[in-house]
């Protein structure tokens, strides 16, 4: 049995990377961070009590800050192949937090990669690493962007990405480790993180339709993206750690479309016009723009034979449908509660 590690397995990747390799029948362990709330909502479908047989899913508590923390849980997993996909993730938030950003980014990969170089120096293992890279590292570069293209990052967090990926290339070469880096594109889900401007927006359409939310307020509607399928682009992870060397790869569907499209899709699906409902905020909009991402694929394609499945459309449809559901759920306890409220039987 494959033993796998997840750095970030509570996020909306590692959560769908677990599931497409506990499928393929890999032990996998993965690093989760103490917090005063609950963060393990993405896995708890997937995590059954350890005390029982035929566990195949453990946890860890770990940070990309502490070093001892990531080596402690490589030595006592050994883990066949790591997946990196742990970051502060946020383009936004890296303006306001660029120094956490640049520490859990960069130096949290760095740090990962010495314990990796340590390890295998000592025992003579040879352990696979995936590096979560991101389109936003292309920045200002013109589309379409591929493994060729020149980096002009436009963020800390882009700067960050960056670093972690030269980190990758120099530990590749100067010691042999097999990383691979990822270059994904954006990709979304229904467990998109809530303030990424799809799950934003999917969530207020949900709310406004069920009549829990008046309004949306956004940044820049004009950027252009190139969005995929989370589901999909997990399962180019895994196609890049299964071959002999390791390469860097680009990952996108090919098509690019703007924040307004998005919204004529979204609000279209359950037949309401977003002009009505969105107002602008400055707040969201960054001091340092990407106008348009657009990848060029056709690297991975033609080697590993990874396709995308879901398009845009569909991709931004299956996202209202589930914040329909759930905004549904939202106004049934909102009902109950002014129900109970009426007869004098709510809680104060
Ligand atoms: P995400 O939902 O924001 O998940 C980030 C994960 O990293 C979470 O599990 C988070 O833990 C963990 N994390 C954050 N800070 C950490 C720290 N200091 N120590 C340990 N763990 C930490 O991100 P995602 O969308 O799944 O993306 C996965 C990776 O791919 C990230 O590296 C991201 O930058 C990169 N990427 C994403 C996209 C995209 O479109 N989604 C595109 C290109 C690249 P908590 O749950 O405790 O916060
Ligand atoms: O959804 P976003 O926050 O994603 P962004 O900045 O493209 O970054 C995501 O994709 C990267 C891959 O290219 C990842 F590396 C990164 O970790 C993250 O997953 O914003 C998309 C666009 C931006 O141009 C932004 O300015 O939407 C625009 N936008 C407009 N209004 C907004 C908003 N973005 C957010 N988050 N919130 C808004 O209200």
Redesign the pocket.
């Given at each position: 049995m494959k033993r796998a590690l997840v750095?970030?397995?509570?996020?909306?990747?590692?959560s769908y990377l677990t599931e497409f390799l506990l499928a393929k029948g890999y032990a996998v362990h993965g690093?989760?961070?103490r917090?005063s709330s609950f963060?393990t909502d993405r896995i708890d479908h997937l995590y059954e009590d350890r005390h029982k047989e035929h566990v195949n899913l453990f946890l860890h508590y770990?940070?990309?800050?502490d070093a001892t923390s990531l080596r402690r849980v490589i030595e006592t997993t050994e883990p066949d192949e790591i997946y990196h996909?742990?970051?502060?993730?946020h383009v936004r938030v890296s303006f306001d937090q660029p120094l956490y950003t640049a520490d859990?980014d960069a130096s949290?990969t760095l740090r990962l990669l010495e314990a990796v170089r340590d390890i295998d120096g000592r025992t003579g293992r040879r352990t696979k690493v995936y590096n979560?890279?991101?389109?936003e590292m292309f920045g200002a570069s013109a589309p379409p962007q591929s493994e060729k293209t020149l980096f002009y990052p436009r963020s800390p967090y882009a700067v960050s990405k960056v670093a972690a990926h030269w980190f990758a290339v120099n530990y590749r070469e100067a010691y042999g480790i097999p990383v691979s880096n990822g270059i994904?594109f954006?990709?979304e889900s229904p467990r998109r993180?809530e303030t990424f401007v799809s799950r934003k927006i999917t969530r207020a359409v949900g709310r406004i339709y069920l009549g829990l939310q008046e309004s949306l307020y956004l940044g820049n509607l004009d950027a252009r993206r190139d969005w995929g399928f989370?589901g999909d682009y997990v399962e180019a992870m895994w196609l890049m750690l299964q071959q002999d060397d390791a390469d860097d790869f680009v990952v996108a569907t090919g098509e690019s479309y703007t924040v307004r499209e998005m919204l004529d899709v979204a609000f279209g699906h359950v037949e309401l016009d977003w002009r009505d409902y969105v107002r602008f905020d400055p707040r969201y909009v960054r001091p340092t723009e990407v106008d348009h991402l657009c990848g060029d694929a056709s690297k991975i394609r033609r080697t590993l034979g990874w396709e995308p499945r879901v398009g845009f459309e569909p991709l931004v449809r299956m996202m209202v449908d589930h914040d329909v559901e759930l905004a549904r759920g939202e106004r049934m306890l909102t009902d109950h509660g002014h129900a109970l409220a009426q007869r004098g039987l709510a809680s104060p």
């Open positions: 750095t970030g397995i509570t996020g909306q990747d590692g690093i989760i961070r917090a963060n770990g940070e990309l800050g996909l742990g970051a502060q993730s859990v949290g979560a890279g991101s389109s994904l954006n990709h993180g989370a």
